[in-house]
C-alpha cells in the first residue's frame, strides 16, 4: 500500500533523509520509532504530497506522490504533528468543511460526523466551537478530521503526543479498530512501547536512514531469550531480589517496591516454570508473574544492535514502560 | 451513408458537452467550493463585520444628507446640479481611501494567517488545488468591501437622481472601485503567500498602495516637468500617461474631474496642478483605461497565478502535464 524507495531529502546542504526503503502492507499498522530530527515527520510529509524528495520515490496505492499527487491526496487521511484549527467554526462546520473539500457528499457527512465525534468521544461537543476545545480534544478531532473521507490508507504523526494517559488508551484502541476495518496505517512516535502495543511492524529511523524494521510479533520472538518477567508480590520484593541477582538465567533485576520486581530473564519457558515454583517453595509471596510488554525497547535496542552497530535509540525521558504509562 | 452523416452532430454534442461540463466544474470549483463557504462564514458570521457595514454605510448616509440638507437649507428647490456633483466626488474619493486603507489589513493576512495558525498544511493535503486555495481566499478577502460598495450604490444613485451627475460617471466609479479593490487584495494576497509573517506582509502590502498613489503621482509630475523642458517630448508624455493611469487616485479624477474637488478655489494649489495634468494627459479617453484595466487585470492574474505556484512548488508541473496531456486527448 505504502511504498518507499531510496527515498532522499535535503534542506539545503542538511540530508534529513537518507535513502529510506519502506514497505507497508495493506491492512497493517506500521510504526515509526525515532529520536527527536531523526526525519519521521520530513518522511510522512513527502507521502502527504507536503514535500517533495530529493531524489527517490514514493507510492501510496500504487500512485507516485510526485507525479499523481491528487489521487494520494484523495487515498490518504493525513494528521500532522502539531496543527491549528479555525475561529469562528463550530466542530460540525469543522468537519462539513474538509468533508466538502474531499467531495463527499453532503448525507454521507452528517452520519459520518456523528459516528466519527463518537469515536473520538468529543460527541457534546458538536455545536462547540473548534477554538475553545482543548488541545488534547483538539488533537482528536484531528483524527476524525482524517478520517472524514474514509480513506484506505491513514498518515498519523505523533497522534497521541499532549493526550492525558485515558485518552491515549483510547487512541491506541481506535488505531487498532481502524485496523480492524482494514485499514492502512503508518504512524510516528518516538515512544516504542506505546507503538508496540498497536503496530503489526515497527521501522526504527536514524538521522534519515532506517535502521531496524521488523513484525513486532518476529520481535519478540528472536528476543526470546531476553525477556522482562515482572514478579507481583504480597511482601519481599527486596528480598527476592537479592535472590535472583546470583541466578545465571538472570541478567537483570530492578527492584520496585516490596510489591514488584521486573527482571530481564533469559532462559526457556520451562525454565521459566522451573524458577517460579523453586521461589514459591522457598516461601516467597508470589502472586502472579507475567511478561512486560515495555521491555520491548530494550529488546528492539538488543537487536537492531546486532542488525547494525550504529542503531541505537536513546530512551526518551518522557517515555516510561509501558507498564506504568497505562 | 445516412449512418455516416448522423454520427457527426452527436460527436459535436459530445464535445460540447464534454467542454461544458467541464468548465462548468472549473466555475462550480472556484465559486462554489467549500473554502470560498467556509470563509465567508466565518468572515460574517461575527457580530462585527454586521456592524461595522451598517456603521459605514449610515456614516456615508449621513455625510450624504447633511452635505444637501446645508446646501438646500431645508429647501429642495434650491438644489443645484453642481453641488450634487461635489457630493458625488467627495463620497467617491472617500470611498476610494476607505477601500485603499482597509484592503491590505484584510487580505495580508489570508495564507501567512493559516501558516502562523499552522492550518495551511492539513489545508494542502486535501483535493483543493493551489489556485483553488488562492482565488477562494481572494475571493473571500474581496467579499466584504464588495458589499459595501455595492450597497452604497443606492445611496449614488440617490446623488445622482437630483442631477448633476450622469449614470455613466455613477457606473465608472463603481468599476473603478472593483477593479482597484480588486488589485490591492491581490497585492496584499501576493506579500501574504510569499512573506511567511503577517505582520510584514501589511507592511510590504501597504508600502506597494503607497507606490502606486504617491510615487507614481509623483513620478508623473516630475516627468511632466522635464518634458516641459524637452523639445521632442512626446516619449516624456508617454511616460507621465503611465504613471497617472496607473493611478486609481487619478483615474477617479478623470471621472469627476469637471466638478469637486477641482473647482477656481484650489486653482493655485500642488493638488489642483497635479490633478489639471489630468486633463492634459486625456486620462478619461479609452486609452488610458485600457492601459488601466490590463494591467491590473492581468497583473492579478499572474500574481494569483504566481501564489498558487508558491503555495505548493511542483504543484505546476504536474498541472502542465495534465493539460498537456488533456490536449493530446
Ligand atoms: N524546513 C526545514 N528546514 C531545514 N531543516 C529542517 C526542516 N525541517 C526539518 N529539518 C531538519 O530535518 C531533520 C529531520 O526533521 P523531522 O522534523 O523530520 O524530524 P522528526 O523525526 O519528525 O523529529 P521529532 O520527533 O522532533 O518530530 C531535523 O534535523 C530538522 O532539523
Ligand atoms: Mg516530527
Redesign the pocket.
Known amino acids: 500500500m505504502i511504498r518507499i524507495e531510496n527515498l532522499c531529502k535535503k534542506?539545503?546542504r542538511?540530508e534529513?533523509v537518507k535513502n529510506l526503503n519502506l514497505d507497508v502492507r495493506d491492512g497493517t499498522v506500521f510504526g515509526f520509532v525515532?529520536?527527536?530530527?531523526?526525519?519521521?515527520?520530513?518522511?510522512l510529509s513527502i507521502l502527504a504530497t507536503l514535500l517533495r524528495p530529493t531524489s527517490g520515490r514514493a507510492f501510496v496505492g500504487g500512485e507516485e506522490v510526485t507525479r499523481n499527487p491528487s489521487a494520494v491526496r484523495r487515498q490518504v487521511g493525513y494528521m500532522p504533528?502539531s496543527f491549528g484549527v479555525y475561529d469562528d467554526l463550530t466542530v460540525r462546520e469543522y468537519l462539513a468543511f474538509y468533508g466538502t473539500a474531499y467531495h463527499v457528499a453532503e448525507s454521507l457527512i452528517e452520519s459520518r460526523t456523528r459516528d466519527l465525534l463518537h469515536r473520538v468521544n468529543l460527541e457534546d461537543k458538536v455545536d462547540a466551537y473548534v477554538n475553545t476545545l482543548s488541545r488534547g480534544m483538539q488533537q482528536r478531532l484531528g483524527l476524525a478530521r482524517s478520517l472524514i473521507h474514509d480513506p484506505p490508507v491513514l498518515i498519523l504523526d505523533?497522534p497521541a503526543s499532549g493526550l492525558d494517559p485515558r485518552s491515549r488508551i483510547e487512541m491506541k484502541d481506535l488505531i487498532k479498530g481502524l485496523r480492524d476495518q482494514g485499514k492502512t496505517v503508518l504512524i510516528?512516535s518516538?515512544i516504542l512501547p506505546e507503538l508496540a502495543e498497536m503496530c503489526d511492524e515497527i521501522g526504527v529511523i536514524q538521522n534519515g536512514s532506517l535502521v531496524a524494521c521488523a513484525a513486532v510479533e518476529i520481535v519478540t520472538a528472536r528476543a526470546n531469550g531476553q525477556r522482562m518477567l515482572g514478579f507481583e508480590l504480597l511482601e519481599g520484593g527486596r528480598l527476592l531480589g537479592e535472590r535472583l541477582r546470583p541466578n545465571p538465567l538472570v541478567t537483570e533485576v530492578v527492584v520496585q517496591g516490596e510489591q514488584r520486581v521486573e527482571v530481564l530473564f533469559s532462559g526457556s519457558e520451562r525454565q521459566q516454570v522451573e524458577l517460579i515454583r523453586e521461589l514459591s517453595l522457598a516461601g516467597y509471596a508470589i502472586k502472579g508473574v507475567s511478561e512486560v510488554a515495555g521491555s520491548l525497547e530494550e529488546l528492539f535496542l538488543r537487536l537492531t544492535e546486532s542488525d547494525t552497530k550504529s542503531a541505537q535509540i536513546a530512551q526518551p525521558e518522557n517515555a516510561l514502560p509501558a507498564s506504568r504509562v497505562v | 451513408m445516412r449512418r455516416k452523416n448522423r454520427s457527426r452532430p452527436v460527436e459535436v454534442s459530445v464535445v460540447t458537452r464534454a467542454v461544458v461540463a467541464k468548465s462548468s466544474g472549473i466555475l462550480l470549483q472556484t465559486f462554489g467550493n467549500p473554502l470560498i463557504r467556509k470563509e465567508l462564514r466565518q468572515r460574517m458570521r461575527s457580530v462585527r463585520s454586521i456592524l461595522a457595514l451598517s456603521m459605514y454605510l449610515l456614516a456615508m448616509g449621513a455625510i450624504a444628507f447633511i452635505f444637501m440638507y446645508l446646501n438646500v437649507q431645508g429647501q429642495t428647490l434650491l438644489l443645484q446640479p453642481t453641488r450634487t456633483a461635489e457630493l458625488f466626488t467627495f463620497l467617491s474619493y472617500l470611498q476610494l481611501a476607505m477601500i485603499s486603507f482597509v484592503t491590505p489589513g484584510i487580505a495580508a493576512g489570508v495564507i501567512s494567517g493559516e501558516r502562523e495558525r499552522q492550518t495551511l498544511t492539513v489545508l494542502l493535503t486535501t483535493p483543493l488545488t493551489p489556485l483553488t486555495i488562492i482565488v477562494s481566499k481572494w475571493l473571500a478577502s474581496i467579499s466584504f468591501l464588495s458589499l459595501l460598495i455595492v450597497m452604497t450604490l443606492p445611496l449614488y444613485s440617490i446623488v445622482f437622481l437630483f442631477g448633476g451627475v450622469v449614470p455613466s460617471q455613477v457606473i465608472a466609479v463603481f468599476w473603478l472601485q472593483l477593479v482597484t479593490l480588486g488589485a490591492i487584495a491581490t497585492i496584499s494576497v501576493f506579500w501574504s503567500t510569499f512573506i511567511q509573517r503577517t505582520g510584514w506582509a501589511t507592511v510590504l502590502s501597504y508600502g506597494t498602495v503607497a507606490v502606486i498613489y504617491i510615487l507614481l503621482g509623483i513620478a508623473g509630475y516630475l516627468i511632466d516637468g522635464v518634458a516641459a523642458h524637452n523639445p521632442d517630448a512626446s516619449a516624456w508624455t508617454d511616460a507621465a500617461t503611465l504613471c497617472y493611469a496607473l493611478n486609481p487616485l487619478f483615474m477617479l479624477a478623470s471621472i469627476v474631474e469637471r466638478f469637486g474637488l477641482i473647482t477656481p478655489v484650489y486653482h493655485n494649489t500642488l493638488a489642483a496642478s497635479l490633478f489639471s495634468s489630468v486633463d492634459a494627459h486625456h486620462l478619461a479617453s479609452s486609452g488610458s483605461w485600457f492601459l488601466f484595466l490590463t494591467v491590473y487585470l492581468a497583473g492579478s492574474v499572474v500574481l494569483l497565478g504566481a501564489c498558487a505556484w508558491r503555495l505548493r512548488p511542483g504543484a505546476f508541473s504536474v498541472f502542465m502535464r495534465r493539460l498537456l496531456s488533456w490536449v493530446a486527448r
Not at chain 1, 34 to 43: I, Q, S, V
Request: without cysteine; hydrophobic residues 15%; proline residues 0%.
Open positions: 534542506y539545503g542538511f534529513a525515532g529520536e527527536n530530527g531523526a526525519g519521521k515527520t520530513t518522511t504533528d505523533e510516528s518516538h
